[in-house]
């Protein structure tokens, strides 16, 4: 999967499916499966023939269980081909074949993310990573692990130390014109509109833009707000991206104010060194599924369920309310 610096190809990022444990489960009266089935169509029958990999930037279960990551699994339609980091291979309609590389979000755990999405993968010492396609080295970093916690949080988490020896190890050892796409799943930039964000940003977050400045960095892309939003740092683009299911909305207040608005997955292309990209959203067709028998699963049945396991990743006590 590498080539001539310059060479054209483009790659599209999904975000935040978190999806629960039956295909049938409801998030705030939402079906994620059926969502991300929804999306997973639209670039098969639209973008797939254009573009080399999919890029998933973290969270793709609500509970890091074992019956949830079995859900993902199946709804992308999985082929598990290689350790971790991958990329793994897809063998959705239309899709058949596609590689797809995953990058951990907060509401992963690295036991069952490894167990179901690279099956008798070793455990690596951490779940950042690195590759280069077509001349492009892509950054892909790991991030705390929480499934819970107040916003704003008591205080911020800082980068992984993994993550930052990745990006000390990788732009020490390239030259200064290689060109860099640096992925993760917490934001890297306030947005103006939604103030909550800022509490989300690692802590050290300039220890980051510190061992970047000098290098080629055509773009920093992002989960975890479930909103589509484009910053710019350092003259870097920082490109946030909303769900495959449910989005956070705008609003001048510090908590998370859920809204209709449907999908995004984006379409990056790379050509001659520059960047360019495009927001695709997609008509999920709301309201229509084929809800299957079970309750989904709530916090309070994620914490009895996982048990010692878990129980870090939720910060004082689960709230009262159905996911």
């Not at 074992?66 to 859900?71: A, M, Q």
């Not at 103030?195 to 000098?214: A, F, T």
């Not at 946030?240 to 909305?249: C, E, I, K, P, V």
């Amino acid at each position: 999967m590498t080539g001539e610096p310059g060479e054209r190809f483009s790659f599209i990022q999904i975000t935040d499916c978190h999806l629960l444990d039956t295909p049938g489960s409801l998030l705030r009266g939402l079906c994620l499966h059926f969502t991300l089935q929804r999306v997973l169509q639209h670039i098969a029958r639209h973008e797939a023939a254009e573009a080399d990999f999919i890029l998933g930037t973290g969270d793709y279960v609500s509970f890091p269980l074992d019956r949830p990551y079995r859900c993902f699994a199946g709804a992308v339609h999985l082929r598990p081909s290689a350790p971790f980091p991958g990329p793994q291979r897809l063998d959705f309609p239309g899709m058949e074949g596609m590689p797809i590389y995953l990058v951990p979000g907060n509401h992963d755990q690295d036991g069952p993310f490894l167990r179901h999405l690279f099956p008798g993968s070793a455990a690596p010492a951490s779940l950042d990573f690195a590759f280069t396609h077509k001349g492009v080295r892509f950054l892909c970093l790991d991030t705390p692990r929480f499934v819970n916690r107040p916003i704003p949080p008591p205080r911020r988490d800082r980068m992984p130390a993994s993550s930052l020896r990745l990006l000390e190890r990788e732009c020490a050892r390239l030259p200064p014109e290689t060109p860099i796409i640096v992925a993760m799943h917490l934001p890297a930039a306030p947005v103006a509109e939604m103030p909550w964000v800022e509490g989300e940003m690692p802590e050290d977050m300039d220890r980051v833009w510190e061992i970047l400045k000098g290098r080629r960095v055509l773009a920093l892309l992002h989960g975890h707000i479930h909103a589509t939003k484009e910053r710019e740092v350092e003259g870097v683009p920082v490109l946030g991206l909303r769900s495959t299911g449910n989005q956070w909305a705008d609003g001048d207040v510090q908590i998370l104010v859920p809204t209709t608005l449907l999908p995004h997955f984006r379409v990056v292309t790379v050509e001659e060194g520059r960047l360019t990209h495009r927001n695709v959203e997609v008509d999920t067709t709301w309201g229509n599924v084929d809800l299957q028998p079970g309750l989904p699963m709530t916090e309070r049945g994620f914490l009895e369920e996982g048990g010692p396991a878990v129980r870090h990743l939720i910060h004082g006590e689960p709230p009262a309310r159905e996911w």
